[in-house]
T-cell receptor
Framework: KAGVTQTPRYLIKTRGQQVTLSCSPISGHRSVSWYQQTPGQGLQFLFEYFSETQRNKGNFPGRFSGRQFSNSRSEMNVSTLELGDSALYLC???FGTGGNNQPQHFGDGTRLSIL | AQSVSQHNHHVILSEAASLELGCNYSYGGTVNLFWYVQYPGQHLQLLLKYFSGDPLVKGIKGFEAEFIKSKFSFNLRKPSVQWSDTAEYFCAVRSGNTGKLIFGQGTTLQVKP
Protein backbone atom coordinates (compact mmCIF):
# COMPACT_ATOMS: atom_id res chain seq x y z
CA LYS A 1 0.00 0.00 0.00
CA ALA A 2 1.41 3.43 -0.89
CA GLY A 3 2.40 5.62 2.03
CA VAL A 4 1.47 9.18 2.78
CA THR A 5 2.43 11.37 -0.16
CA GLN A 6 3.31 15.01 0.23
CA THR A 7 3.91 17.46 -2.57
CA PRO A 8 5.99 19.33 -3.31
CA ARG A 9 9.06 18.01 -1.47
CA TYR A 10 10.84 21.33 -1.50
CA LEU A 11 9.61 24.87 -1.84
CA ILE A 12 11.28 28.25 -1.76
CA LYS A 13 9.21 31.36 -1.23
CA THR A 14 9.77 34.95 -0.23
CA ARG A 15 8.28 36.87 2.65
CA GLY A 16 4.72 37.99 2.09
CA GLN A 17 3.87 35.28 -0.40
CA GLN A 18 1.45 32.45 0.25
CA VAL A 19 1.91 28.73 -0.20
CA THR A 20 -0.23 25.63 -0.49
CA LEU A 21 1.03 22.20 0.48
CA SER A 22 -0.68 18.96 -0.45
CA CYS A 23 -1.05 15.64 1.31
CA SER A 24 -2.51 12.39 0.02
CA PRO A 25 -3.17 9.95 2.86
CA ILE A 26 -2.77 6.20 2.79
CA SER A 27 -5.67 4.63 0.93
CA GLY A 28 -8.58 4.11 3.30
CA HIS A 29 -7.33 6.58 5.88
CA ARG A 30 -9.79 9.34 6.65
CA SER A 31 -7.89 11.35 9.25
CA VAL A 32 -5.13 13.75 8.26
CA SER A 33 -3.01 15.78 10.65
CA TRP A 34 -0.36 18.39 9.94
CA TYR A 35 2.76 19.16 11.94
CA GLN A 36 5.52 21.74 11.73
CA GLN A 37 9.06 20.59 12.49
CA THR A 38 11.80 23.09 13.25
CA PRO A 39 15.16 22.71 15.03
CA GLY A 40 14.14 25.13 17.75
CA GLN A 41 10.53 24.14 18.44
CA GLY A 42 10.60 20.50 17.41
CA LEU A 43 7.40 18.90 16.16
CA GLN A 44 4.30 20.98 16.73
CA PHE A 45 0.72 20.09 15.89
CA LEU A 46 -1.01 22.35 13.41
CA PHE A 47 -4.42 20.79 12.80
CA GLU A 48 -6.36 17.59 12.26
CA TYR A 49 -9.05 16.85 9.73
CA PHE A 50 -11.50 14.00 9.62
CA SER A 51 -14.28 13.62 7.07
CA GLU A 52 -13.64 17.11 5.71
CA THR A 53 -14.04 18.69 9.15
CA GLN A 54 -11.35 20.28 11.25
CA ARG A 55 -11.40 18.45 14.56
CA ASN A 56 -8.44 20.02 16.33
CA LYS A 57 -6.25 23.04 15.90
CA GLY A 58 -2.87 23.85 17.40
CA ASN A 59 -1.55 27.18 18.59
CA PHE A 60 -0.68 28.73 15.27
CA PRO A 61 -1.84 32.08 13.88
CA GLY A 62 -4.74 32.33 11.50
CA ARG A 63 -2.31 32.60 8.57
CA PHE A 64 -2.14 28.82 8.78
CA SER A 65 -5.22 27.12 7.43
CA GLY A 66 -6.17 23.83 5.90
CA ARG A 67 -8.90 21.80 4.38
CA GLN A 68 -9.76 18.26 3.51
CA PHE A 69 -11.53 17.02 0.44
CA SER A 70 -14.07 14.26 0.05
CA ASN A 71 -11.34 11.83 -1.06
CA SER A 72 -9.49 12.56 2.22
CA ARG A 73 -6.70 14.45 0.50
CA SER A 74 -5.72 17.54 2.43
CA GLU A 75 -4.13 20.87 1.71
CA MET A 76 -2.48 23.30 4.03
CA ASN A 77 -2.16 26.97 3.22
CA VAL A 78 0.09 29.58 4.77
CA SER A 79 -0.51 33.21 3.84
CA THR A 80 1.73 36.24 4.28
CA LEU A 81 4.80 34.09 4.79
CA GLU A 82 7.34 35.06 7.43
CA LEU A 83 10.96 34.00 7.82
CA GLY A 84 9.97 31.98 10.87
CA ASP A 85 7.70 29.81 8.75
CA SER A 86 10.73 28.06 7.31
CA ALA A 87 10.29 24.48 8.43
CA LEU A 88 9.58 20.92 7.47
CA TYR A 89 5.82 20.44 7.25
CA LEU A 90 4.71 16.91 7.93
CA CYS A 91 1.43 15.27 7.13
CA UNK A 92 0.22 12.18 8.94
CA UNK A 93 -2.76 9.97 8.24
CA UNK A 94 -4.64 7.37 10.21
CA PHE A 95 -7.65 5.18 9.65
CA GLY A 96 -9.83 7.09 12.10
CA THR A 97 -9.50 9.67 14.79
CA GLY A 98 -7.65 9.09 18.03
CA GLY A 99 -10.48 7.20 19.60
CA ASN A 100 -10.06 4.04 17.61
CA ASN A 101 -6.50 3.25 18.66
CA GLN A 102 -4.89 3.64 15.29
CA PRO A 103 -1.42 5.15 14.98
CA GLN A 104 -0.54 7.94 12.59
CA HIS A 105 1.69 7.32 9.60
CA PHE A 106 3.86 10.14 8.38
CA GLY A 107 4.87 11.38 4.95
CA ASP A 108 8.32 12.60 3.94
CA GLY A 109 7.32 16.20 4.45
CA THR A 110 7.57 19.41 2.49
CA ARG A 111 10.67 21.49 3.19
CA LEU A 112 9.61 25.15 3.02
CA SER A 113 12.30 27.82 2.92
CA ILE A 114 11.45 31.49 3.16
CA LEU A 115 13.90 34.02 1.76
CA ALA B 1 -1.02 22.09 29.26
CA GLN B 2 0.05 18.68 28.13
CA SER B 3 3.75 18.20 27.57
CA VAL B 4 6.26 15.49 26.83
CA SER B 5 9.79 15.55 28.14
CA GLN B 6 12.65 13.50 26.78
CA HIS B 7 15.53 13.42 29.20
CA ASN B 8 18.42 13.03 26.81
CA HIS B 9 19.00 15.28 23.84
CA HIS B 10 22.07 13.55 22.46
CA VAL B 11 23.24 10.04 23.26
CA ILE B 12 26.41 8.43 21.98
CA LEU B 13 26.88 4.67 22.35
CA SER B 14 29.15 2.00 21.01
CA GLU B 15 27.70 -0.94 19.14
CA ALA B 16 26.33 -3.67 21.39
CA ALA B 17 25.76 -1.25 24.26
CA SER B 18 22.33 -1.17 25.87
CA LEU B 19 20.01 1.76 25.29
CA GLU B 20 17.41 3.42 27.45
CA LEU B 21 15.79 6.70 26.43
CA GLY B 22 13.61 8.41 28.96
CA CYS B 23 10.20 9.91 28.27
CA ASN B 24 7.81 11.53 30.73
CA TYR B 25 4.48 13.13 29.97
CA SER B 26 2.10 15.34 31.84
CA TYR B 27 -1.51 14.32 31.42
CA GLY B 28 -3.79 12.72 33.94
CA GLY B 29 -6.31 11.04 31.69
CA THR B 30 -6.23 8.17 29.27
CA VAL B 31 -3.33 8.40 26.87
CA ASN B 32 -1.93 6.60 23.90
CA LEU B 33 1.87 6.53 23.84
CA PHE B 34 4.23 6.24 20.90
CA TRP B 35 7.86 6.15 19.98
CA TYR B 36 8.76 7.27 16.48
CA VAL B 37 12.17 7.11 14.81
CA GLN B 38 13.52 9.37 12.09
CA TYR B 39 16.51 7.95 10.24
CA PRO B 40 18.67 10.48 8.37
CA GLY B 41 16.81 11.67 5.29
CA GLN B 42 13.75 9.52 5.98
CA HIS B 43 10.28 10.09 7.28
CA LEU B 44 9.08 9.46 10.81
CA GLN B 45 8.42 5.77 11.35
CA LEU B 46 6.45 4.18 14.14
CA LEU B 47 8.66 2.08 16.42
CA LEU B 48 6.02 0.99 18.88
CA LYS B 49 2.80 2.06 20.53
CA TYR B 50 0.90 1.57 23.75
CA PHE B 51 -2.87 1.83 23.92
CA SER B 52 -3.85 -0.47 26.78
CA GLY B 53 -3.10 -3.84 28.33
CA ASP B 54 0.40 -5.17 28.94
CA PRO B 55 2.54 -2.16 29.87
CA LEU B 56 5.59 -3.74 28.28
CA VAL B 57 5.28 -3.32 24.54
CA LYS B 58 7.56 -4.65 21.86
CA GLY B 59 8.19 -2.87 18.62
CA ILE B 60 10.17 -3.26 15.48
CA LYS B 61 13.93 -3.81 15.26
CA GLY B 62 14.24 -5.18 18.80
CA PHE B 63 12.96 -2.09 20.59
CA GLU B 64 10.64 -2.24 23.57
CA ALA B 65 9.11 0.27 25.93
CA GLU B 66 7.53 0.12 29.35
CA PHE B 67 4.56 2.21 30.39
CA ILE B 68 4.67 3.07 34.09
CA LYS B 69 1.46 4.89 34.84
CA SER B 70 2.44 5.98 38.35
CA LYS B 71 5.55 7.67 36.99
CA PHE B 72 3.93 9.03 33.81
CA SER B 73 6.80 7.44 31.94
CA PHE B 74 7.25 5.49 28.73
CA ASN B 75 10.94 4.70 28.39
CA LEU B 76 12.39 3.12 25.28
CA ARG B 77 14.91 0.30 25.55
CA LYS B 78 17.04 -1.90 23.38
CA PRO B 79 19.46 -4.47 24.82
CA SER B 80 22.11 -4.14 22.12
CA VAL B 81 22.26 -1.25 19.66
CA GLN B 82 23.63 -1.39 16.15
CA TRP B 83 25.23 1.27 14.00
CA SER B 84 22.04 1.29 11.91
CA ASP B 85 20.10 2.53 14.95
CA THR B 86 21.70 5.95 14.52
CA ALA B 87 18.69 8.24 14.22
CA GLU B 88 16.51 10.71 16.05
CA TYR B 89 13.92 9.25 18.40
CA PHE B 90 10.70 10.96 19.38
CA CYS B 91 8.31 10.12 22.17
CA ALA B 92 4.72 11.21 21.59
CA VAL B 93 1.48 11.27 23.53
CA ARG B 94 -2.07 11.37 22.27
CA SER B 95 -4.89 12.07 24.65
CA GLY B 96 -8.55 11.29 24.53
CA ASN B 97 -10.30 10.96 21.24
CA THR B 98 -8.15 13.39 19.34
CA GLY B 99 -5.64 12.83 16.62
CA LYS B 100 -3.33 15.42 18.13
CA LEU B 101 0.11 14.08 18.94
CA ILE B 102 2.29 15.97 21.39
CA PHE B 103 5.95 15.24 20.77
CA GLY B 104 8.98 15.43 22.96
CA GLN B 105 11.97 17.39 21.73
CA GLY B 106 13.64 14.28 20.39
CA THR B 107 16.82 12.41 21.24
CA THR B 108 19.61 12.06 18.73
CA LEU B 109 21.26 8.68 19.05
CA GLN B 110 24.68 8.17 17.55
CA VAL B 111 26.03 4.63 17.53
CA LYS B 112 29.73 4.25 16.92
CA PRO B 113 30.80 1.14 15.02
Amino acid sequence: KAGVTQTPRYLIKTRGQQVTLSCSPISGHRSVSWYQQTPGQGLQFLFEYFSETQRNKGNFPGRFSGRQFSNSRSEMNVSTLELGDSALYLCASSFGTGGNNQPQHFGDGTRLSIL
Amino acid sequence: AQSVSQHNHHVILSEAASLELGCNYSYGGTVNLFWYVQYPGQHLQLLLKYFSGDPLVKGIKGFEAEFIKSKFSFNLRKPSVQWSDTAEYFCAVRSGNTGKLIFGQGTTLQVKP
